[in-house]
């Protein structure tokens, strides 16, 4: 009847923004029905609490409008709702969405609402007991929210619910056992959760289940057995959870199951038959587990497509009872100890994807001989040997590749060598990877023959001669991986070519000559490396105009400049917008660095170090503070420290070590809470140690100012804020310096990977050893050798039980050395030689394997390993002093403090 009421009101996606007023007419339209505010903007407002005030409201959607703020409790008085959706953008990742948050309110008691959805919002808090008031409910979406606690037993009064997503939040404890009221459930999706226990007997009742997932959570126990008389379930995922034993021997159940999922459990035993003959099935991941075995015989299954077993104990041959799985296009059995399938008839017409790295294989699978529709072959890490042309009988000249074929890895099997045969043309393959094999000669011309390729990783080979012309065909190439050769010559110009060109590793080969200007056309380059090289000359200029950079490593050469700023490092560097890691170490750089480097924004490291860099420090960290390390050894700087470094709040490594600094101790460095690694060795810095109060190091963990004119006492409070060099520290284990997760080849450490060390030797430091070194217990180098320190060694060194090395050698030390020392049982090398020590030398189990050399200069000591008995005395011995001091070896702190 037409009553002149509004009672239904349509605003999606209707570029509204800003706040709904309190005062909104929208909330005198007492007779709505139905409101639609969403795919809107307000982002500034929250729920209005009068939504309250529309008490004729079935259906109410919010869903996608940035709603920011709290439900309001008010939205409970809408007791005719039939429909709530208050879904925020799926966007939520991006991490720009505003969040409905707070506690969800109690709910009144309903009998209309049919679909309650709020996923993806940052509601919180336990679910209220009041949930069970919802008789009518069907739908209930609380995915992606953040919710905690136990699901309320009063969910089982949900009985006529279908679907229940609680998937991604924090639930905890065990799934209620009132679930089992729940018989008219189709959907029970509890993954990703912190659920824990054994799955519990509630499915019995549940026979109108078709989907369960309880994925991801900290289940235990066994296999829950009564899941299979769910006999409509289509779907079942177990994973990423901790159950244990074997499957259940006898099974007939599951006749309308189409993937099963059970990976990453503890799940052991042979594998019964059943599991690979349920009659829909088409997807079966057990990878993962600790399957020791398959059932000898499988019933033929037309149905299944995809099976994946890896990371498992399978053992011995290839399994001929998966040849009745006659339609298989995907099978994965890597990981496992499988040694191969030779005398074994097995064929898979359908096969598609075939993942067997990780084995034990010795030689090419031979079921694969006759496979014509393969897309993926991953035979990589096994022990595959003999010469590549021989694989395929009959087939010396080529290598023949299925017309299919899309993916072929063979990486990591270093017993397959020979020459790399002639490639048949194709149009299909994607990716091919050699990489870590020892395929050897030159690369043949008809690599450029793979039109199609979008990957070809040759690393670690061991291929020589020219890189041919014709690897300028490959147009579609995205990566190029052939670092770690013998490819000598120049980088052929025909490398311009490949415009879609991303990754280009030609480092640890021998190119040489001037690097040629052949990457003005890679505008999507993002990482370049031409390391340990011979290539002279000049940088050129079109490497810097790649703006989509972000890793390029040109060290180990011998370049020098630019054409128009010989020797210089050019000033457009500072083009590399994008640039997040620049090393340029080990050339023939000279001249000042270029001042724009501070605008470089996303430069994270910067290593130049042994160069001819002269002039004063750059300017760094005035603009931005992404830095993380920055090496600058082994070059001619000089000047003081700049100040723009304290702004490097992010910064892990400094080294600027072997320069001409002339600087005091840069005490305003200790508010770098994230420095880990300091070296200021082999300059000019003088003066005593002084202390910042602020943070003062907490993290450090390499601590080098050694062949410096530092003076002065050593105070006792700085060491006292090493916090990382305490057992109490943070970030236990090595450090892996300049790491990015970014760039695979950066991984290695270019300065140490020793834990924790101080050194200060070759100063002038005075006074006594403090005492407080003793809390540094994490402490494994310890160097104060060539100062002027005085008094005795204190008994309290002894504490650091992790210390390996300890050099406190040509100093003024007296008494003698305390007992207390031999309780350092990791302590590999001992010098305290050159000084006035007296007294026996202590004996324990391992203070006993060091001989003369760590106490000579010691007159007055006496007993093993010193050919001096005690009581005798020759007071005549007066140590050499410092100015007259002869070089002496310290090949141990050289080999363990591997910086230059």
């Known amino acids: 009847m037409l009553n002149g009421h509004v009672i239904g009101l349509d605003l999606s996606c209707s570029l509204l923004k800003g706040t709904i007023h309190p005062n909104s007419s929208l909330f005198q339209l007492h007779h709505l029905q139905t409101l639609n505010l969403a795919y809107n903007n307000f982002s500034t407002s929250s729920i209005p609490h009068n939504i309250g005030r529309l008490t004729n409201l079935r259906n109410l959607n919010l869903s996608y409008s940035y709603f920011d703020g709290k439900i309001p409790t008010e939205i409970s008085y809408l007791s005719n709702l039939v429909s709530l959706d208050l879904t925020p953008p799926y966007k939520l990742k991006l991490g720009f969405n505003a969040l409905l948050k707070g506690v969800l309110p109690k709910i009144h008691p309903s009998s209309t609402l049919l679909e309650l959805d709020i996923s993806y919002t940052g509601i919180s808090g336990e679910l209220p007991h009041s949930i069970g008031t919802l008789s009518s409910l069907n739908i209930l979406y609380f995915h992606g929210c953040d919710f905690s606690g136990h699901i309320p037993n009063s969910i089982g009064n949900l009985t006529q619910i279908r679907e229940l997503i609680l998937s991604d939040n924090r639930f905890a404890g065990h799934i209620p056992s009132t679930i089992s009221k729940l018989k008219h459930l189709t959907h029970l999706v509890l993954e990703s959760n912190s659920f824990s226990g054994e799955i519990p007997d509630v499915f019995s009742n549940l026979q109108e289940l078709r989907y369960l997932d309880l994925y991801s959570n900290s289940f235990i126990g066994s296999f829950p057995s009564t899941i299979l008389n769910v006999i409509h379930l289509q779907y079942l995922d177990l994973s990423s959870n901790s159950l244990s034993g074997s499957l259940p021997s006898n099974a007939n159940m599951f006749p309308k199951l189409t993937e099963l999922d059970l990976s990453y459990n503890s799940l052991n035993g042979t ?58 296009f995907t099978l994965d059995i890597s990981s496992n100890n499988i040694t191969g399938d030779a005398g074994i008839n097995i064929t898979f017409p359908s096969l598609e994807k075939v993942f067997l790295s990780s084995c034990e294989l010795r030689d090419f699978p031979h079921f694969l001989r006759n496979v014509k529709t393969l897309m993926v072959l991953d035979i990589s890490n096994n022990k595959i040997r003999g010469q590549i042309r021989n694989w395929f009988s009959g087939m010396r000249e080529f290598f023949p590749l299925p017309n299919s074929l899309e993916m072929l890895k063979l990486s990591g099997n270093d017993l397959l060598k020979g020459v790399f045969p002639k490639i048949h043309p194709s149009n299909t393959l994607l990716e091919l990877d050699l990489s870590s094999t020892s395929i050897s000669g030159e690369l043949p011309d008809s690599v450029g023959t793979l039109s199609s390729l979008n990957i070809l990783d040759l690393y670690a080979c061991q291929f020589s001669g020219f890189i041919p012309d ?13 670092s770690g050769n013998r490819f000598t010559g120049h980088i052929p110009y025909t490398i311009s070519k490949l415009k879609h060109l991303t990754h280009l590793y030609l480092s640890d080969n021998s190119f040489g000559g001037a690097i040629p200007h052949v990457f003005s056309n890679l505008q999507e380059l993002v990482e370049l490396d031409l390391s340990n090289n011979n290539f002279t000359g000049p940088c050129p200029s079109s490497i810097l105009s790649l703006t989509s950079l972000q890793y390029l490593d040109l060290s180990h050469n011998s370049l020098n400049g630019t054409i128009h700023s010989w020797g210089s490092l050019p000033s457009c560097i500072c083009n590399l917008s994008s640039l997040r890691i620049l090393d340029l170490s080990r050339n023939n750089f000279s001249n000042s660095i270029p001042n724009c ?30 830095l993380t390390t920055i090496v600058l050894n082994g070059n001619q700087f000089e000047g003081s420290v700049p100040a723009s470094l304290h702004n490097c709040v992010g910064l892990k490594v400094l080294d600027l070590g072997n320069n001409a600094i002339n600087d005091t101790f840069p005490a305003r460095l200790g508010t770098l809470e994230e420095l880990q690694v300091l070296i200021l060795k082999s300059n000019k810095f003088h ?51 300049m790491e990015t997760a970014v760039f695979r080849s950066f991984l290695e450490s270019k300065i140490s990977t020793i834990m924790i060390a101080i050194d200060l030797s070759s100063n002038h430091f005075e006074g006594v050893i403090p005492k407080t070194l003793k809390d540094l217990s994490s402490l494994w180098l310890l160097n104060l050798s060539h100062n002027n320190l005085k008094g005795d060694i204190p008994l309290e060194l002894g504490h650091l039980n992790m210390l390996e090395a300890l050099d406190l050698s040509w100093n003024r030390l007296t008494g003698m050395i305390p007992q207390e020392l031999t ?29 003369n050399d760590s106490y000579g200069g010691n007159l007055d000591l006496c007993g093993p390993p010193l050919s001096k008995q005690c009581g005798t005395s020759d007071r005549s011995h007066v140590p050499q002093s410092l100015e007259e001091e002869a070089e002496e070896d310290e090949s141990y702190f050289l080999r363990g403090f591997t910086w230059e």
């Open 470 to 482: 014709s690897i300028g065909n490959l147009t579609q190439i995205r990566e190029l991986w052939f």
């Open 823 to 851: 309780a350092m049982n990791f302590l590999e090398f001992l010098n305290l030689s050159q000084n006035h020590l007296v007294g026996r030398i202590p004996h324990g189990s391992h203070f006993n394997t060091f001989e």
């Open 597 to 626: 480097l501070h605008i470089m924004a996303k430069l994270t490291v910067l290593d130049l170090r042994s160069n001819n860099f002269s002039g004063s420090l750059p300017l760094l960290c005035t603009q931005s503070t992404s």
């Open 271 to 328: 594998i019964p038959s059943w599991v690979f003959s349920l009659p829909l099935l088409t997807s079966l991941s057990l990878q993962n587990n600790q399957f020791s075995g398959l059932a000898d015989e499988l019933k033929k299954n037309p149905t299944l497509e995809d099976l994946f077993l890896s990371n498992n104990q399978l053992s011995g041959s290839f399994p001929q009872s998966l040849a009745n799985l006659t339609n298989l």
């Open 687 to 737: 003066g005593p140690i002084s202390s910042w109060q602020k943070f003062c190091f907490p993290r450090l963990r390499i601590f080098d100012l050694s062949h410096n004119a530092f003076n002065g006492s050593l105070p006792a409070d700085f060491f006292r804020n090493f916090k990382a060099m305490t057992k109490n520290g943070t970030d236990k284990g090595y450090i892996t310096y």
